[in-house]
């Protein structure tokens, strides 16, 4: 993997990423916020900060009422969730169909960081995430980082609608390795 230099690091707050922030020294870039809607289903919503004060809903994860996955809902798509988290393989890697097309895996690193890479169609780690110690911020508790290489692969990483699913898959992969899903 490339030196940090060319990773935008995002530290993850909270042991449950339904209710999480991602934030950098510039702030809080992503929030995810999970409530009941009138039905009594769990919605979780992941914002997207466009500048201060002004956020952009990027998706929407309705979740089963059994707890489990239910669909996910991000731009004009509406999908199924365990289509963002199918299995591939082996138990622990996930893949995903990006807005490009592509597919992209999730699967656990063979570092002594346990990081969990995202691979491109190429193999190529265009993004990951790292658990980390607790350390507390004023945000609240980190629990990890969401690196995203932004010069690996294709280098589009860092533009949105991929960086958008990347976030909406790395908080579903760490979901379903939590609860066994």
Known sequence: MSGSTANEILSWTSLDPRQSQLFSSFGVLYRFQTDVNAHGQQVTTL?????????????????????????AVIGKSTLPMADLVRVHGA??????????????????????????????RDNNVIAFYRPIRPVRYNLGDVYGE?????????????????MDTVTVTAMLYRFVMTYGL
């Open 91 to 120: 138990p622990n890697c996930r893949v995903f169909n990006g807005p490009d097309g592509y597919p992209y895996r999730w699967r656990p690193s063979e570092n002594s960081y346990n990081d969990i890479v995202l691979q491109d």
């Open 47 to 71: 914002w997207r900060a466009i500048r201060a004060n002004k956020e952009d809903r990027v998706a929407k994860l309705e979740w089963a009422s059994n707890g489990g996955l239910g669909r």
């Open 146 to 162: 969401l690196h995203f290489c932004r010069n690996a692969g294709a280098g589009v990483v860092m533009h949105p609608p991929l």
